[in-house]
Structure formats: structure tokens, C-alpha cells
């Protein structure tokens, strides 16, 4: 009778990987989540912020105003159509740039909230953790005298809008 090794039990997965995994999981459910205007107007945004962009528009503004400085002028000096051509393209250019700042505004807002959220669970695990280390302290009979008074504030529950209101105070000098 031959023994068989059981397969190696599964190595825990790196809590960084397990993170950055989950990074892209949500950065890839947003750009899913994307509708297809919103893809156009991303790409628009790409391709309008690139230096290949300005270097375009250098070379065919100088190139539109020399053309018309010669006899062949179609849009005389003061070049009233480029103006208007400029003038619409800013009009499209400045909506673009409006509607991915929006976006981005709306996922920087969710992140946010998801920080919030994950820092105040930390926060209650700490302060779990705190009294049932003080509990098992007191069960076992060991006695530590906590004289300071930041060990005893940590472990009352964390009042999150008696902070908000400080914090607008410190930084406004009023509260909201």
C-alpha cells in the first residue's frame, strides 16, 4: 500500500497582492460601469491633453495664417473663420474636459467614501481589540496601571461627527 501526500495545504495570499488585486478590480468595474459617451469623451480628453495635440494645432494655426497672408487667402486677416473654427472648438473642448472632471470628481468622491468606510471599521477593530486585550488583562489578573489618558479616551467609541465639527472648526475657525 502506497501513501499519498495530502497536496499542500494553500499558502495565504500576500495581503499586497490581495490588495492591488482588488485596486484593479475596482478601477476595471469603473471603466466597465462606463457608458459609451462617456468612453468618447475619456478619449477625447486623452487625446486633447497630449503634446501631439498642441504641436497639431501650433503647426496648423501657423500654417492656416500663412496660407492666408498670400494671394490665396480664403479667410483674410483678421481670419474671422479661424476664429470661429477656434471659438467651437474650445466650446466642445472646455465640455469634454467638464464632463471627465465630473467623472473623475464622482469616482475621487467614492474612493473617498470607501477610505471613510475602511478607516472607521479599522477604527472599531482597534478599539475591540483594545478591550479585549484590557479583558484579558483583568481575567488573568495582571495588573497595568494606565495613567495616561490617551489609553483611556481610545477606548470609548470614536464620536466620527464630534470629530467632523473640530476639524471644520480647526480649519475654518467655525463650525458648519
Not at 470607501?114 to 479585549?132: F, K, P
Request: one cysteine or more; aromatic letters at 6%; hydrophobic letters at 50%.
Amino acid at each position: 500500500m502506497r501513501l499519498v501526500k495530502p497536496p499542500p495545504a494553500p499558502r495565504p495570499e500576500d495581503p499586497v497582492a490581495h490588495n492591488i488585486r482588488a485596486m484593479v478590480e475596482l478601477a476595471q468595474e469603473a471603466r466597465d460601469d462606463r457608458t459609451e459617451m462617456g468612453r468618447v469623451t475619456d478619449t477625447i480628453g486623452r487625446i486633447a491633453g497630449s503634446l501631439t495635440f498642441i504641436t497639431i494645432h501650433a503647426v496648423w494655426f501657423a500654417g492656416w495664417i500663412a496660407l492666408n497672408v498670400t494671394r490665396f487667402a480664403f479667410d483674410p486677416y483678421p481670419f474671422s473663420f479661424l476664429n470661429l473654427v477656434v471659438a467651437l472648438e474650445a466650446v466642445i473642448l472646455t465640455s469634454v474636459v467638464l464632463l471627465t472632471q465630473n467623472h473623475m470628481t464622482r469616482l475621487a468622491d467614492r474612493r473617498a467614501a470607501l477610505d471613510l468606510q475602511i478607516n472607521l471599521l479599522s477604527e472599531q477593530e482597534l478599539t475591540a481589540m483594545l478591550h479585549m486585550l484590557n479583558g484579558l488583562c483583568a481575567r488573568l489578573g495582571v495588573h497595568i496601571s494606565i495613567h495616561d489618558e490617551r489609553v483611556q479616551q481610545l477606548l470609548a467609541e470614536t464620536d466620527v461627527h464630534k470629530i467632523a465639527v473640530a476639524l471644520d472648526v480647526g480649519l475654518d475657525g467655525q463650525p458648519k
